[in-house]
């Protein structure tokens, strides 16, 4: 529609982009809108195949030398058969490797016979793959409608990308695209056997994943030249969506752990990868820093690297060594190493095993930890005469007790490459002899790092979350008695007061967190925030202490308020501790049992830890930290990166300081200022924030009175829906504010004033908003949380809510609830929530028959008039009346021919899809009916659709119309089988 930025326009533009990054991109013609359509013509397909065989087939013969027609029809064929897995990530990893690295076909050459790998891709001369791009890919095999992504790409007929469009001027987002590709892996997951990448877009967003991931695995794509600001939608699809960036990530960047999980590379992995093999390749700047923030998956960029550089055979003949920072990681990297058939590698078990690998000196992988240098005072013992490229993750911790000089003196500086990893740099002093991960790591060329992923950047992808503190003063007085009498002596002529300030001044972290008053105290206050913070949206915390014993303290005081499976005490513990510390000893099994049920299960909710858990440890759950130990620079980042990691309804992380650590945050994170900045903010930078946001949201309705008048909410539901992107724009900044209120609440910025009355108002117009969305099912708004809600039950009149949509409010502070709801001039109000949910109600019937399909495409029709006022409100009820109308009729005919709703489902979509004559259509439909009446859904489902199958196939054959299985590819008996499994549900 002129004007509008469509679906449709937006899938124009990625088409247009393709084409201009290489793509052969094959448009629908005057008689077809579908480019498929055209292909599917030109190449002989059916609906049921997922690639174009016959371009494959063509393909493989072009790109195979002394290839004949039989080789590569047994070659696709040996495809065809690897299209029906259970797991449709392990199809699609068995699928990935098939067309990777070629298919194994029996050839008879001189009467004899042999093996010959066949290539399905040209990986080294990619220019010799065919690369097309077309619109409305229409794929049906299992489900009854089948789907339809908007833009799919092919390599040599395979379909290895799907992209589904959306648009925020139709108010839907990048989100819903991703929803409805993972709807399509559930409905079709045959089309996604051979999927290297999904993305979705919406005209501003652009997000990308793997085969099964969620949405929050969804991420953005950038470009070296992005700038904020920029159009992020042309900006990932014209950057990634490059032939040869795609057969990169399609030959070295693909990893699978275990049978549910793909990984592909973040845009920051990818190109800190590439950066590091370049200079690889050229022999100079053998060394490079690797600054990625915490969260940023630095242990896959090393991965990713070693793939490639052990697969490039310009550089494969090197010796490479990953040294990592802990076992786990050692151990999770060995079974990635494995899975993915890395060619040759090693784990060193113990320093003289990694003395024996590096001396044999021969082209392979090792892989040790930072301990196997750790447990030693002598150097590395092995003379190593061989290019040595040596990955370092955590590379701050190497530098510590002089690991990386053992290492140093085993590889020559002439035959060694070096590249540290880390999310933390440590830089201490000005000597050359002080920590300096920039000097240990960087080339002089490089101004401080070979490639950096700003906490900012994170920040903005939604790869992290900000974290802000807060800072907790408490007044306290250390008993005197508790100090030593050397101290007594010491100050005794002072007067009470100065005494306080002396110890507050000298005491240590560890007798001050031990001193039980103070704990007391402290605990109190940890408890309370907890409940009235944390404990509402079901999150988690970490209590930090700087002592093991201060940790048991804690422990001990924490389970007086709390169960006390909801605390548990991580700590080191040996047998010459007292038992106030052995009785939270922790066997490796019980401890890991007891991380993975705080990152998965209800209970535990705190953990109480000493050093324990300060790196490495991510839990999204984990919002807040209670922090009563003294922390900076790098060890302080690592702590902050402990909240930060995202999770549904977490706007932030938090840290609430009981040691005064953020008093001067320039001191204790000695980095510079967008660091700093960007590290940690202050929770009044939250309550800014929520300010911001609230007036954003009152600025959508400024045409608005917002008055104690239910017409008031009727015209601000009216806006939201006519006026292009308000809805999708009001639902975004809420939902961040909302994120934001359950962060702050009970801060007592909250309830002052207009901003209290204003976000009430707000919430009760989004609470509105989302049951009119929701087809008026009366509910509160699906995505409101905890402490929101309770806004909603003192100022809703939830009794009042009907499946009409129509709602009546009272304003805040307003006496006057009124008594009847009052209609608009034009009644738009009354049209949108009825046309919604008509729409709604239609929909969740789509599967059951033909005819509700049909009509919810007319209310959609009808309500997009409306929106581009093309009819007005009531004329747009009285177009769904006519749809009530229709209803009715077609529930008359199912009567009048005595059918059930099976069989009058098959019935109408044999008279519409198959033209069937009406007598045809109700004889086939009642003998399907009765043949499958007995069936049951008890049971396995592959084994019930079979069942139904086969007495469909029984029910035509007897009927003489064996001619409808050849239109099986139309999708008769699918379509069917669908029809009766959702009618008997």
Same mark, same amino acid.
């Given at each position: ?17 393709l ?7 094959v ?10 359509? =055209? ?12 690639c ?12 195979n ?6 080789t ?28 990777k ?5 029996? =050839? ?15 990986? !080294? ?41 959306k648009?925020? %001027? ?8 991703v ?53 992020e ?16 990530i ?8 275990g ?23 050229k022999? /100079? ?11 940023s998956g630095k ?6 690297t070693?793939?490639?550089a ?7 003949d090197k ?5 990592v ?14 899975s ?16 024996e ?17 750790g ?18 993750? !955590?590379a701050?911790?190497?530098m ?17 490459y070096?590249?540290?990893f ?5 830089k ?7 920590r ?28 992290i ?6 800072k &907790?003063?408490?007044?306290w ?31 240590d ?5 031990e001193i039980r008053p ?7 206050d ?22 093991r ?10 389970? /007086? ?9 991580i ?15 922790l ?14 299960? !209800? ?13 490495g ?21 690592? %702590? ?11 706007? #932030? ?14 001191k ?5 200022d ?33 008055? #104690?008048?239910?017409e ?8 939201l829906e006519?006026?292009e ?6 639902? &975004?900044v ?22 209290k009355? #204003? ?6 117009i989004?609470?509105?908003?989302r ?13 409101? &949380? ?10 809703l ?22 008594? /009847? ?13 009825? %046309?919604?949910?008509k729409?709604?109600?239609l ?8 005819i ?6 007319r ?18 009820? /009285?177009?769904?009346?006519?749809i ?19 069989e ?12 069937e004559?009406?007598?045809e ?57 669908s ?6 549900e």
């Amino acid at each position: 529609m002129k004007g509008k930025f469509t679906e449709e326009g937006v899938e124009k533009k990625v088409l247009e982009w393709l084409e201009g990054n290489g793509w052969d991109v094959v448009r629908g013609n005057d008689e077809y809108k579908r480019g498929s359509k =055209v292909l599917d013509d030109r190449f002989g397909r059916k609906v049921s195949d997922v690639c174009y065989w016959d371009l494959l087939k063509k393909k493989i013969r072009e790109i195979n030398e002394d290839i004949d027609g039989k080789t590569a029809k047994a070659a696709v064929n040996k495809l065809k058969n690897e299209m029906d897995p259970e797991n449709l990530v392990e199809g699609n990893k068995k699928f990935y490797k098939i067309i990777k690295n070629g298919v194994k076909v029996p =050839v008879f050459r001189n009467g004899e016979k042999k093996t010959r790998v066949v290539k399905i891709i040209d990986k !080294e001369n990619i220019k010799n793959n065919s690369f097309k791009a077309t619109n409305q890919y229409t794929f049906i095999r299992k489900s009854r409608k089948g789907i339809r992504p908007d833009v799919t790409l092919f390599v040599n007929g395979i379909p290895l990308i799907n992209i589904e469009c959306k648009s925020t %001027a139709q108010n839907t987002t990048v989100e819903d695209a991703v929803d409805n590709i993972n709807n399509y892996e559930e409905k079709e997951p045959r089309l996604f056997i051979p999927s290297l990448l999904n993305i979705g877009v919406d005209g501003k967003e652009f997000r990308y994943g793997a085969v099964k991931a969620s949405y929050k695995y969804y991420f953005p794509w950038r470009s070296n030249n992005y700038k904020e600001g920029n159009l992020e939608f042309k900006d990932g699809t014209e950057d990634l969506l490059k032939p040869e960036k795609i057969m990169d990530i399609f030959r070295y960047f693909v990893f699978y752990e275990g049978t549910d999980t793909k990984i592909v590379p973040r845009y920051m992995q990818y190109r800190a990868a590439n950066r590091m093999l370049e200079r690889i390749k050229k022999g /100079k700047r053998r060394k490079g820093l690797v600054w990625h923030t915490q969260g940023s998956g630095k242990s896959y960029t090393m991965l990713f690297t070693a793939n490639k550089a052990k697969r490039s055979p310009e550089i494969e003949d090197k010796q490479y060594l990953l040294i990592v920072d802990r076992t786990k990681l050692e151990e999770q990297m060995e079974d990635t190493l494995e899975s993915i058939n890395f060619p040759l590698f090693e784990v060193a078990d113990s320093k003289e095993h990694l003395e024996e690998l590096l001396a044999e000196n021969k082209s392979q992988l090792i892989l040790t930890t930072i301990h196997k240098f750790g447990d030693v005072n002598k150097p590395i013992n092995a003379e190593v005469d061989m290019e040595t490229v040596i990955l370092v993750d !955590e590379a701050h911790r190497f530098m510590e007790e002089k690991l990386g000089s053992r290492l140093k003196m085993a590889v020559p500086e002439e035959k060694r490459y070096y590249f540290g990893f880390t999310g933390t740099p440590v830089k201490e002093g000005k000597s050359e002899k002080d920590r300096n991960t920039f000097n240990e790591f960087s080339h002089p060329d490089d101004k401080g790092y070979l490639h950096r992923y700003s906490i900012k950047r994170g920040q903005t992808d939604q790869v992290i979350t900000p974290v802000a503190f807060k800072k &907790r003063t408490t007044e306290w007085e250390i008993p005197e008695e508790q100090l030593d009498q050397d101290f007594e002596e010491e100050f005794e002529d002072l007067d009470p007061e100065r005494k306080q300030e002396i110890i507050k001044k000298y005491v240590d972290q560890t007798e001050l967190a031990e001193i039980r008053p103070r704990l007391e105290k402290v605990i109190r206050d940890i408890q309370k925030h907890y409940r009235e913070n944390v404990m509402p949206n079901k999150f988690k915390s970490m209590v930090v202490t700087p002592s093991r014993r201060a940790a048991a303290l804690y422990g001990d005081e924490l389970r /007086k308020y709390f169960d006390p499976e909801d605390v548990k005490v991580i700590i080191t513990t040996n047998g010459d501790d007292p038992e106030q510390i052995r009785k939270y000893h922790l066997s490796a099994e019980k401890e890991q049992k007891v991380i993975k049920n705080f990152k998965r299960k !209800e209970s535990p909710k705190i953990l109480v830890v000493c050093d324990k858990l300060l790196t490495g440890f991510d839990a999204p759950v984990l919002k807040t930290m209670y922090l009563d130990k003294s922390l900076k620079n790098h060890n302080l980042l690592q %702590a902050i990166a402990r909240t930060n990691r995202p999770c549904e309804g977490k706007e #932030n992380g938090e840290i609430v300081d009981y040691q005064g650590v953020f008093e001067d945050i320039e001191k204790v994170l000695q980095y510079d200022d967008i660091v700093i900045e960007n590290a940690v903010m202050d929770e009044e930078e939250l309550v800014k924030r929520f300010r911001q946001r609230v007036d954003q949201l009152m600025k959508i309705f400024d045409d608005i009175e917002l008055e #104690n008048d239910p017409e008031v909410f009727h015209n601000c539901i009216v806006k939201l829906e006519k006026e292009e992107g308000e809805g999708v724009k009001f639902e &975004r900044v809420y939902s961040k504010a909302q994120n934001l209120y359950e962060t702050l609440s009970p801060h007592e910025a909250l309830v002052e004033e207009p901003l209290k009355t #204003n976000w009430d108002i707000l919430t009760q117009i989004y609470a509105s908003y989302r049951d009119t969305e929701d087809g008026g099912r009366g509910s509160l708004g699906s995505k409101v &949380r905890e402490k929101t809600r309770k806004i909603l039950e003192e100022n809703l009149q939830v009794g009042d809510i009907e499946n009409s949509g129509e709602v009546e409010y009272e304003i805040p502070e307003r006496d006057v609830v009124p008594e /009847k709801t009052v209609e608009q001039p034009d009644n738009q109000y009354g049209f949108i929530t009825q %046309a919604l949910t008509k729409k709604k109600t239609l929909e969740e019937k789509n599967d059951k028959n033909i005819i509700y399909e049909n009509l919810s495409e007319r209310v959609k029709e009808i309500i997009e008039k409306w929106r581009n006022e093309d009819i007005s409100g009531s004329d747009g009820l /009285k177009e769904l009346e006519k749809i009530e109308h229709k209803i009715e009729e077609e529930i008359s005919e199912k009567e009048t021919h005595q059918m059930t709703d099976i069989e009058f489902s098959l019935f109408k979509n044999l008279k519409k899809d198959f033209e069937e004559s009406e007598d045809e259509a109700e004889r086939i439909a009642k003998e399907i009916g009765e043949r499958t009446e007995d069936i049951s859904l008890h049971g396995y489902l592959p084994e019930i659709r079979r069942d139904i199958r086969r007495k469909i196939l029984y029910a035509l054959r007897d009927l003489d119309r064996t001619d409808l299985y050849s239109k099986e590819e139309e999708g008769f008996v699918n379509q069917t089988i669908s029809y009766i499994l959702a009618n008997k549900e």
